[in-house]
């Protein structure tokens, strides 16, 4: 936030009073609706959200599989993620080998490089930071958990000496979420994993080792199942796996989804060794809260499984949160967009554990997406669609001149090109990440001042004002640090993220 601009939305001025001053006042039911919302009575208000975690009131919650983007589920299919943009033998097919291989050597020695000169971003205090933040991911090893030595040390309830733990859906839902905050996430969403979700939503394979330079040449389809497992389901009991294979039971199961926010001062310093903001909170705040979420889990008597690396699992990861109303698409589709925006540390599993539903939502921000543009306008490596690409569509773009392979099919969106992000992150920061378009979207702009409360209310109640608040983002200049070394003298919450948030009155909250 730029505290100097924000001064301007003193927090004396009201919302009526902000409101007359956008030339919203006597807008009609959708600028009154920005005051407050209306009930007509108790019942009303309590059906205005859900106990567990509270939308704030001008969040809509939709059908079950019904998000705001449109779907065509006939043209849906299970998405083979050994067609990922960022594998090199993908980004081979489109760029070419030669050009991969090159790029993947320079890389090393232009970080080398810009260290020895003490590059800002990239200096020497630059890669002992990144350094701290490359912790072993002990609890990414395996479909089934966190193993050590090829074992899962859990403690169960036949431990314990008591029996499984049994509580209804929504009893369980609600323990699961005081739990999982205490762990390090923030959200959680859930559910059934039916026929649509297995045949349609979970991917076929695992990205596997099919992203190493020994298939850099190879047609995915060719790689053998050693390098990039299936993922099959089988009439067994519990889940497994092998050399060849991961298995999901044919019983009754439910997708959980974890999420939290990631830090978004990190993003702010592009370009840095430190300007890709999952590297941060997976060397942290991620890694406990999945091993201590399975560990709890487990001591119920319940599983969670469903692998965990990135490229690694069984679903894509952004997809779940927005079918169970944690997120909404984004024109980076690279990302979602959920309460705290485009970066969120996240993990979807499998489990056993009855869970009570949650749907998905619209707060008016992939409708907010279609109408901005700023993540495109500021991505370096042209990967992301501008507004003088149209409206989101079925049809994918080519890339390089050749057919996409990289997406899921069936969803109505822009198209993120995952192999020149890519490439551009290891030819210009090596080593890193760019997070131009995440420093730079309006939705990650903070959450303190009551500009952006009731900004955030205006975006799904008077979507016709949203090319407007697009500008005022760029005119208020949100985004990258002018110099990535301001970062060492922000002022940092704990973990660099605001743990406070779900907590805030008006907020999500338990």
């Known amino acids: 936030m730029r505290s100097v601009k924000m001064s301007l939305f003193h927090s004396t001025v009201s919302r009526r009073q902000f409101m007359k001053a956008l030339g919203l006042a006597g807008a009609g039911v959708g600028g009154a609706a920005l005051v407050a919302p209306t009930f007509h009575d108790l019942d009303e208000l309590s059906a205005s959200g859900d106990s567990m975690q509270k939308h704030p009131w001008y969040v809509k919650e939709r059908e079950r599989l019904d998000p705001a983007v449109e779907l065509d589920w006939d043209l849906m299919e299970r998405y083979d993620r050994r067609y990922m943009g960022q594998c090199s033998n993908i980004r081979a097919k489109y760029y070419g080998k030669d050009y991969i291989l090159k790029i993947g050597a320079a890389s090393a020695a232009l970080q080398a490089q810009r260290m020895k000169a003490n590059t800002p971003g990239f200096g020497h205090k630059w890669e002992a930071l990144r350094t701290g933040l490359s912790q072993a991911n002990r609890w990414s090893v395996s479909f089934l958990g966190p193993e050590i030595d090829g074992k899962i040390n859990v403690t169960t309830p036949e431990s314990l000496g008591v029996p499984k733990w049994q509580g209804t859906p929504e009893e369980n839902s609600k323990m699961m979420v005081a739990a999982i905050r205490l762990f390090g996430m923030a959200e959680l969403g859930s559910n059934n994993l039916d ?99 399975y560990q709890f889990m487990r001591a119920l008597g319940y ?194 993220i605001n743990s406070t948030f779900t907590a805030l009155d008006g907020g999500y909250r338990k």
């Not at 199942?225 to 019983?251: H, M």
């Not at 090109?417 to 420093?439: D, L």
């Open 303 to 496: 599983n969670m499984f469903g692998g965990t690396g990135h490229g690694t699992d069984c679903f894509q990861t952004p997809g779940v949160a927005v079918m169970t109303g944690k997120a909404e698409n984004a024109r980076m589709t690279n990302w979602v967009i959920s309460a705290w925006g485009p970066r969120s540390t996240d993990l979807a599993q499998i489990t056993d554990m009855p869970l009570a539903e949650t749907h998905p939502i619209d707060a008016g921000k992939w409708k907010f997406c279609q109408t901005c543009g700023i993540c495109a306008d500021t991505c370096p490596s042209n990967s992301i669609p501008k507004l003088d690409f149209g409206p989101p569509t079925y049809e994918m773009p080519a890339i390089n001149g050749k057919p996409d392979t990289q997406h899921a099919t069936g969803r109505k969106v822009y198209y993120f090109n995952g192999s020149s992000c890519n490439n551009y992150s290891k030819e210009a920061i090596p080593g890193s990440g760019c997070s131009a378009c995440a420093a730079n979207c309006t939705f990650s702009t903070g959450e303190g001042a009551m500009v952006h409360e009731v900004l955030k209310s205006a975006i799904p109640t008077v979507g016709i004002f949203n090319p407007f608040l697009a500008t005022m983002g760029r005119t208020f200049g949100y985004g990258a640090f002018k110099d990535p070394e301001e970062w060492w003298n922000s002022s940092l919450p704990q973990f660099g």
């Open 195 to 293: 026929s649509k979700w297995r045949t349609k939503l979970v991917a076929k394979n695992e990205k596997g080792s099919a992203t190493g330079d020994k298939y850099i040449d190879t047609d995915p389809a060719n790689v053998p199942d050693s390098a990039a497992r299936p993922i099959v389901y089988e009439d067994v009991a519990e889940p497994y796996y092998t050399t060849t294979k991961w298995v999901i039971p044919n019983k009754d199961l439910n997708v959980l989804y974890l999420g939290g926010p990631e830090p978004r001062e990190t993003d702010r310093t592009y370009p840095s060794r430190i300007s890709k903001s999952n590297l941060v909170a997976n060397s942290g705040t991620r890694n406990m809260a999945f091993y201590s979420t």
